[in-house]
């Protein structure tokens, strides 16, 4: 066993400390180490999006990053979307727009869409389907999804003009 | 899939990740974006005993432009290539391959350096930089030193670099007055290697003549291919529909495509054809405005 590595990270707001062994990868801190398991495992070839987490507000994929590069850094995963007991637009625009069937895919469509409109808070349908271009959806077709983000466009738009 | 052990070393300069280097001779793999090496650890197509992360060693991240070059630090992330106002406006072709590149996750961590580095015939800043004559620097226990991209890829996942040197920047000339340049690449969808993909680079005299032409292909051989052949029979001439054809047609007979998951070696090769005329023609487009 190669030697251990303490680290610290900020999941979701909360500091968590850990020794991880190298080759601990991201997705398995979360889920294993933290017990967040909203994320999901699910190529595990940097294909599919599932395991989509924002790393210093930039979404990346936690299957194909180890935990020990995360020391110091902040991550935020679909734990993190609930604020104050409410769920976040993009949650809402899900629910509200059928943007998942079986669900497996949401938490990492969640992300990439909750990155993309703190970018770009008016996409157009093209920004939103390049935005989750790195997503998988098995269900949808993704056209619920494109709705549910302009859905949540839209809601975030008003909470600013209000 | 979990990798196969390894032990991780956090270098905070350039020297000490060289020295390093050095240390671990070819058991030793550095860690920059990741995202071709740890798939491959995954795999165990890749079983480095040391993994030297260059992630903390600042000021390797940069675009700007320095007298006669565009210089972009080896850990600057494809995202912000892409991202860039300098890059998109003045290197449009750079903009066109870094916005191909895998996909938006993948683009955040994976770096132009690892790109070039890693000697993947299938990556698509090779083309692209062989079309702009850039160099890279290696930095090694001996300093700099800088290698023409016409001779950094070697062989398949083999460069010109040594195993204790880091590829630190990439050097752009800056394009003459009258330059354009467009990437063309197919894919089967997001996320998957070129099929095929073209870069092509030109520069044009006041009387629309050709003075430079920059022709790379990804994807279609062994290494990032450079068509000479095409590039020299565009020098002179004027670029309308039928000189570009011809270059294009140059330069599918200067590919050397296998045949894959992704197509027969003919498919391919029509590819080059097609993709090498759009580049062109988008290139001309460029340079005109």
């Known amino acids: ?162 | 899939m979990i990798p196969p052990v390894f032990e991780y070393l956090r270098p905070a300069t350039i020297p000490e990740a060289v020295s390093l280097l050095q240390l671990h001779g070819e058991d030793a793999k550095i860690l920059s974006g990741g995202q071709s090496l740890i798939p491959m650890m995954k795999l165990r197509l890749a079983r480095p005993a040391w993994l030297i992360d260059i992630n903390h060693i600042p000021d390797l991240a940069y675009i700007r432009e320095d007298g006669r070059y565009l210089k972009i630090g080896g850990l600057t992330r494809e995202a912000d290539v892409e991202g860039s106002d300098l890059v998109r406006s003045k290197y449009p072709i750079i903009h066109d391959t870094a916005r191909v590149i895998a996909d938006p996750q993948v683009r955040n961590l994976a770096t132009i350096g690892g790109n070039l580095a890693h000697g993947d015939p299938a990556n698509d800043h090779g083309a692209t930089m062989l079309a702009l004559e850039a160099e890279v620097i290696a930095t090694g226990v001996n300093g700099e030193r800088s290698i023409p991209v016409q001779d950094f890829f070697v062989s398949i996942f083999t460069t010109a670099l040594e195993h204790d040197e880091i590829l630190t920047e990439i050097r752009v000339p800056v394009p003459a007055a009258r330059s354009g340049g467009a990437y063309f690449k197919l894919e089967r969808k997001v996320g998957d290697f070129a099929t095929a993909a073209v870069a092509a680079q030109v520069t044009l005299d006041s009387g629309d003549s050709c003075t430079k032409a920059g022709i790379g292909l990804t994807n279609v051989g062994p290494t990032p291919i450079r068509a000479g052949k095409a590039e020299a029979f565009l020098r002179g001439k004027k670029l309308d529909a039928q000189t570009i054809a011809e270059a294009a047609r140059l330069a599918m007979d200067e590919s050397q495509p296998s045949a894959d998951l992704r197509g027969p070696a003919e498919y391919k090769k029509g590819l080059v054809k097609e993709l090498t005329r759009r580049a062109l023609t988008r290139a001309v487009e460029r340079a005109s405005r």
């Open chain 1, 1 to 162: 066993m190669a030697s251990t590595h303490h680290i610290r990270v900020r999941l979701n707001g909360i500091e968590k400390e850990a020794e991880v062994e190298p080759r601990l990868l991201l997705i398995h801190f979360i889920r294993d180490v933290a017990g967040q398991t909203g994320t999901h495992l699910g190529c595990d070839t940097t294909s599919c999006g599932a395991c989509t987490v924002l790393l210093d507000g930039r979404p990346i994929k936690s299957c194909t990053f180890f935990a020990v590069q995360a020391d110091g850094r902040e991550i935020l995963t679909v734990e993190g979307l609930v604020q104050g007991g409410k769920l976040h637009p993009l949650q809402e625009g899900f629910h509200q727009e059928h943007g998942l069937q079986c669900g497996f895919c949401t938490p990492g469509m969640l992300i990439s869409s909750l990155a993309l409109l703190e970018k770009n808070p008016s996409p157009t349908e093209e920004d939103i389907r390049w935005g989750i271009s790195g997503n998988l959806c098995r269900c949808t077709g993704y056209q619920n999804i494109v709705k549910a983000v302009q859905h949540a466009a839209a809601k975030m738009h008003e909470g600013v003009t209000a």
